[in-house]
Each structure stands twice: as C-alpha cells, then as structure tokens.
C-alpha cells in the first residue's frame, strides 16, 4: 500500500498517466472516492498514459466507454447498478477477462463478481484542489505494480 497527497487536479492526472503507463492487459482497477474526489480526472491521466486520444468522459449513462491505445481501456461506471447480477447482465465479465485496462468507478457496488485480485486507487477530498491517494494492491501482480508505480513515480527503487 501506498499514500501520497495529490496538490492539483494536474497532479492527479499525472497519477494517473504513471498507472496507465504501467498497466499491461487484464489488469483491473477500481476507484473509490466520492462524488467530485478525481475519479475521472484520474481515468484521464490513465488514458494519456496509455496513448489514448481524443476525449475521455465517465460512463455515467452508457455504464462503459471503450478507448483504443497501447492496450484497450474498458472504463465503467457502476454507480447505476444494484449488485454484481446487473454487471452480469451487460457483460461485466467480458470486460474483466478481455485484452483490456478495466477501470471501473462505483466498484464496490459490484464486489461480489470482481475478481481476488485487483488494485484499488481510493481518493479522498482534502481541500477543493487537495486530493489523498491510496494505492491498494491485492495480488502479487498488483503488489509489483505497486512498487514499480513508486519508483516511476517517486524514484523509489524497492529491492
């Protein structure tokens, strides 16, 4: 695990761009936070890093916006859902399971069809521009994601 406080909406991005350069296909991460906390800014920061254009919107109302880069991004919005039965219903696992980035916003309305392992970035609003951000890994492919985010990110080598 990790904390670290993001200053700007700016570095938030940035947070994301690190992760989205990190990530490999079948990786999945979940962002808790409330309404406002940075979830999508930082699903944008995500999609830069992985060489995505154009614009990236939450997927309030369509539930998943598809975006193609380096490796596809599946970016879901699951705030709309009752249960891990609806994502099932429209094709959650397909997601989950594909050639993707799965970032999924509201994840925890789901948990019970989310695979074991996954990393959760929980952001929490500090201040109108302050951002906490908690890096979660569960699963040793997430707990290296974790340590190889550090040293990109802060030039911290962990040996």
């Not at 570095?11 to 990530?23: D, E, M, N």
């Not at 219903?89 to 392992?117: C, H």
């Not at 201040?127 to 290296?144: A, D, F, Q, S, V």
């Amino acid at each position: 695990m990790v904390d670290f406080v993001s200053h700007s909406a700016s570095q938030t991005r940035s947070t994301g761009v690190v992760l989205g350069k990190l990530a490999q296909p079948g990786d999945i991460i979940l962002l808790a936070g409330e309404l406002g906390a940075g979830k999508t800014t930082l699903t944008k920061g995500i999609a830069e890093g992985l060489d995505i254009k154009g614009i990236v919107n939450s997927p309030t109302f369509t539930l998943v916006n598809e975006y193609r880069g380096r490796i596809p991004l599946y970016h879901m919005d699951c705030y709309r859902l009752e249960n891990g039965r609806d994502a099932l219903d429209f094709g959650v696992e397909e997601y989950l399971y594909g050639d993707g980035l799965t970032v999924i916003e509201w994840a925890e309305r789901i948990e019970d069809v989310l695979p074991k392992e996954t990393l959760t970035v929980r952001l929490t609003t500090l201040n109108e521009t302050k951002r906490g951000i908690r890096l979660e890994p569960i699963g040793e492919r997430y707990i290296t994601f974790v340590a190889r985010f550090k040293e990109e990110a802060f030039g911290i080598y962990k040996s």
